[in-house]
């Protein structure tokens, strides 16, 4: 018996070493083919931009990965815990090779007579990512081998750990549990809890099939197999467990849609000229305020939805800068998982009259004034002839009547007086950049312009009489807190005289006050502004300031279509007003020059075409009607109408000149 147990043994070792022989050689002759080892190298991960506002929300992540690069410790314990579980439940304890999970795979997959288990450890999946093509050959799975123990060699378990769920492809374009914890569930992966840590390491076996966006019930009973396999591996107790399987995972989809991705957008097409081609993580401080980015959002989303089929409005677009020309909010557009196109930033719109305080602006600068007499009646330059809104002509009126009412008239007249070409310049140094047609009918607004270049352009009357330079970054730096970006300078300059700017304000305050642009009419808090229509309804504005913050609003269709007589003093001033409100709530009140902060000691805007008042007017009242409350930040509903069932004689005339 002790011979038979004697002759076993010999011939168990001689067989065990031609086995590791036989091993070896294999494993050395696929070696061969690989780069030497002094070449092997863990390539970079590919770098992640984080992108994040004035007061630190994330805005979003951008980058082949779609997340950040988490270390270990950063995540909660269950998470590597889940993946260990249902993956490689003897990580921890193999050489990167699991010989006894090789053979329970085998087993189970013999008696199966299918392929129901693999024998890949987590190390042998992470070399199969870094190091080789997806090909299912001898070779390759050879080679996978090879790597693995050579990452094993070189890296802690930790390490390998780290890299492999920073890396590992997740669906939906998610690589890393960080991308995938923010695609499905809206958090970083710091914080999601268990029942979406199995969640997202029960994606492992099929991304795409387990997807919880594609198939949620599939999903939760992926998640629910991983939670049993974290307490049969005693990673989690029964209760843990109970309370996971009670309350599964919810996704989140609507970030997808937020309006915070066409500044995304716009940060990354601005990077490469700050800091040239990126190849670590960074963070990118950008000047966006997330309250005033959700009201300007929900404002703009909320009305077109309303609108829709009453107006045929289908798009739109709003920004928001400060005093230095810091954007403050930027909505590109209704939905960005319909349509990725910033057209806050890139759509080229003729403004209509919205360009008309450069044509007054000029006219001012070249020694007319507010009370200056300008007569409406037809006029033909050059074989073009400007109509008025209303079809009809007022007569003797002045500028700031002209203006306040959008008179068609006298605006070409004014630019016929100091020339297009100057009232071109003078667009140009106030910030518009894009190229200006200099022909009689740039009085009206018909060269096209960006939303964001124009409502910089009025930003002067806001501040002073500086120029601003629009930026939305301010600084950039990386995980190591250098800073490799910050802005820094000023705008262009003084573009406008401390007494024309006190001129030109009083005249556009007048807008809405009692003009076109009644219905943008802020509480108690002094604003200039103007209306903008363009021929057959194709696209309305409404540009308007405070001394703190200065908004334009577009609304228009993609296929130039002509929307139903929406003018920029109807929807444009009523989101205008809804969005300024609500991003003022923690600003104090303060002058603008040539506007008082108390309205009720001025006097009404004569209607043109009347008898001349008493005395000239330079400023207007407020009407007397019932102002809404202003909406909460988060707020998700539409901005209220106006009640225009009980209207004055003031408002009547404003709603006969609301198309300028």
């Given at each position: 018996?002790?011979?038979?147990?004697?002759?076993?043994?010999?011939?168990?070792?001689?067989?065990?070493?031609?086995?590791?022989?036989?091993?070896?050689?294999?494993?050395?002759?696929?070696?061969?083919?690989?780069?030497?080892?002094?070449?092997?190298?863990?390539?970079?991960?590919?770098?992640?931009?984080?992108?994040?506002?004035?007061?630190?929300?994330?805005?979003?992540?951008?980058?082949?990965?779609?997340?950040?690069?988490?270390?270990?410790?950063?995540?909660?314990?269950?998470?590597?815990d889940a993946v260990m579980a249902i993956e490689d439940r003897r990580f921890k304890y193999h050489f990167g090779i699991d010989p006894?999970?090789?053979?329970?795979?085998?087993?189970?997959?013999?008696?199966?007579?299918?392929?129901?288990?693999?024998?890949?450890?987590?190390?042998?999946?992470?070399?199969?990512?870094?190091?080789?093509?997806?090909?299912?050959?001898?070779?390759?799975?050879?080679?996978?081998?090879?790597?693995?123990?050579?990452?094993?060699?070189?890296?802690?378990?930790?390490?390998?750990?780290?890299?492999?769920?920073?890396?590992?492809?997740?669906?939906?374009?998610?690589?890393?549990?960080?991308?995938?914890?923010?695609?499905?569930?809206?958090?970083?992966?710091?914080?999601?809890?268990?029942?979406?840590?199995?969640?997202?390491?029960?994606?492992?076996?099929?991304?795409?099939?387990?997807?919880?966006?594609?198939?949620?019930?599939?999903?939760?009973?992926?998640?629910?197999?991983?939670?049993?396999?974290?307490?049969?591996?005693?990673?989690?107790?029964?209760?843990?467990?109970?309370?996971?399987?009670?309350?599964?995972?919810?996704?989140?989809?609507?970030?997808?849609?937020?309006?915070?991705?066409?500044?995304?957008?716009?940060?990354?097409?601005?990077?490469?000229?700050?800091?040239?081609?990126?190849?670590?993580?960074?963070?990118?401080?950008?000047?966006?305020?997330?309250?005033?980015?959700?009201?300007?959002?929900?404002?703009?989303?909320?009305?077109?939805?309303?609108?829709?089929?009453?107006?045929?409005?289908?798009?739109?677009?709003?920004?928001?800068?400060?005093?230095?020309?810091?954007?403050?909010?930027?909505?590109?557009?209704?939905d960005y998982r319909k349509s990725q196109f910033n057209r806050a930033v890139y759509a080229r719109r003729q403004p209509g009259s919205?360009?008309?305080?450069?044509?007054?602006?000029?006219?001012?600068?070249?020694?007319?004034?507010?009370?200056?007499?300008?007569?409406?009646?037809?006029?033909?330059?050059?074989?073009?002839?400007?109509?008025?809104?209303?079809?009809?002509?007022?007569?003797?009126?002045?500028?700031?009547?002209?203006?306040?009412?959008?008179?068609?008239?006298?605006?070409?007249?004014?630019?016929?007086?100091?020339?297009?070409?100057?009232?071109?310049?003078?667009?140009?140094?106030?910030?518009?950049?894009?190229?200006?047609?200099?022909?009689?009918?740039?009085?009206?607004?018909?060269?096209?312009?960006?939303?964001?270049?124009?409502?910089?352009?009025?930003?002067?009357?806001?501040?002073?009489?500086?120029?601003?330079?629009?930026?939305?970054?301010?600084?950039?730096?990386?995980?190591?807190?250098?800073?490799?970006?910050?802005?820094?300078?000023?705008?262009?300059?003084?573009?406008?005289?401390?007494?024309?700017?006190?001129?030109?304000?009083?005249?556009?305050?007048?807008?809405?006050?009692?003009?076109?642009?009644?219905?943008?009419?802020?509480?108690?808090?002094?604003?200039?502004?103007?209306?903008?229509?363009?021929?057959?309804?194709?696209?309305?504005?409404?540009?308007?300031?405070?001394?703190?913050?200065?908004?334009?609003?577009?609304?228009?269709?993609?296929?130039?279509?002509?929307?139903?007589?929406?003018?920029?003093?109807?929807?444009?001033?009523?989101?205008?007003?809804?969005?300024?409100?609500?991003?003022?709530?923690?600003?104090?009140?303060?002058?603008?020059?040539?506007?008082?902060?108390?309205?009720?000691?001025?006097?009404?805007?004569?209607?043109?075409?009347?008898?001349?008042?008493?005395?000239?007017?330079?400023?207007?009242?407020?009407?007397?009607?019932?102002?809404?409350?202003?909406?909460?930040?988060?707020?998700?509903?539409?901005?209220?109408?106006?009640?225009?069932?009980?209207?004055?004689?003031?408002?009547?005339?404003?709603?006969?000149?609301?198309?300028?």
């Amino acid at each position: 018996m002790w011979k038979s147990l004697r002759f076993c043994m010999y011939w168990s070792v001689v067989l065990g070493i031609w086995g590791i022989v036989v091993v070896g050689g294999i494993l050395a002759y696929y070696a061969a083919h690989l780069p030497p080892a002094s070449e092997w190298a863990v390539p970079q991960r590919p770098p992640n931009v984080r992108i994040v506002s004035a007061n630190g929300t994330l805005i979003a992540n951008r980058g082949d990965t779609g997340g950040e690069a988490v270390r270990l410790e950063q995540l909660p314990k269950y998470l590597p815990d889940a993946v260990m579980a249902i993956e490689d439940r003897r990580f921890k304890y193999h050489f990167g090779i699991d010989p006894i999970g090789l053979a329970r795979a085998a087993f189970v997959n013999y008696t199966s007579g299918r392929t129901v288990q693999g024998g890949s450890t987590l190390t042998q999946q992470l070399a199969k990512n870094l190091f080789l093509k997806p090909e299912r050959t001898m070779q390759r799975k050879m080679q996978e081998v090879v790597m693995a123990l050579w990452l094993e060699w070189n890296y802690s378990k930790e390490e390998i750990l780290e890299m492999y769920l920073n890396r590992v492809y997740l669906g939906a374009g998610a690589y890393g549990v960080d991308a995938a914890a923010r695609v499905y569930f809206g958090k970083s992966a710091r914080l999601i809890n268990l029942a979406e840590a199995a969640t997202i390491a029960g994606l492992l076996k099929a991304p795409s099939k387990y997807a919880p966006t594609r198939n949620a019930q599939l999903a939760e009973g992926r998640a629910q197999v991983v939670i049993a396999a974290m307490h049969s591996a005693g990673f989690i107790t029964a209760d843990d467990a109970k309370n996971a399987l009670f309350n599964p995972a919810h996704v989140v989809t609507s970030h997808n849609s937020s309006s915070g991705n066409y500044v995304a957008d716009y940060v990354m097409e601005l990077l490469p000229g700050y800091v040239g081609s990126i190849g670590e993580d960074i963070i990118v401080d950008t000047t966006i305020d997330w309250d005033m980015q959700q009201a300007a959002e929900t404002a703009l989303t909320s009305r077109i939805a309303e609108s829709r089929q009453e107006f045929n409005v289908t798009q739109g677009a709003v920004v928001t800068l400060n005093r230095s020309g810091a954007i403050r909010a930027l909505v590109g557009g209704v939905d960005y998982r319909k349509s990725q196109f910033n057209r806050a930033v890139y759509a080229r719109r003729q403004p209509g009259s919205a360009f008309k305080p450069f044509v007054y602006l000029a006219a001012l600068e070249r020694g007319l004034g507010p009370n200056t007499i300008r007569r409406d009646a037809r006029v033909t330059y050059r074989g073009w002839t400007p109509k008025n809104y209303t079809k009809r002509y007022y007569g003797d009126v002045t500028l700031t009547q002209a203006l306040a009412f959008s008179i068609n008239t006298v605006a070409a007249k004014l630019a016929h007086e100091v020339g297009p070409a100057n009232v071109a310049r003078t667009a140009r140094r106030l910030g518009i950049t894009s190229s200006l047609k200099s022909n009689p009918s740039i009085a009206l607004g018909t060269s096209e312009v960006t939303p964001l270049e124009i409502a910089a352009a009025y930003v002067p009357f806001s501040n002073g009489g500086y120029g601003v330079v629009p930026h939305v970054v301010r600084q950039i730096r990386n995980e190591k807190g250098e800073v490799l970006y910050r802005r820094s300078g000023d705008g262009t300059g003084r573009v406008v005289r401390g007494d024309k700017l006190s001129e030109i304000n009083s005249m556009m305050a007048q807008t809405i006050y009692g003009g076109t642009g009644k219905r943008a009419l802020l509480a108690g808090r002094p604003a200039g502004g103007k209306t903008g229509t363009t021929q057959g309804y194709k696209d309305a504005w409404f540009i308007g300031y405070t001394s703190s913050l200065t908004t334009a609003v577009w609304l228009g269709n993609d296929n130039n279509k002509p929307m139903k007589k929406v003018s920029g003093g109807t929807l444009p001033a009523e989101i205008w007003a809804w969005i300024m409100e609500t991003q003022h709530q923690n600003i104090p009140i303060a002058r603008l020059p040539g506007v008082p902060i108390n309205l009720a000691e001025t006097s009404p805007l004569q209607k043109p075409g009347t008898a001349p008042a008493r005395r000239q007017p330079t400023f207007v009242t407020a009407p007397q009607q019932p102002q809404p409350p202003r909406p909460a930040v988060q707020a998700t509903t539409a901005p209220p109408r106006q009640n225009n069932n009980s209207a004055s004689p003031l408002d009547l005339l404003g709603r006969l000149f609301g198309g300028g």
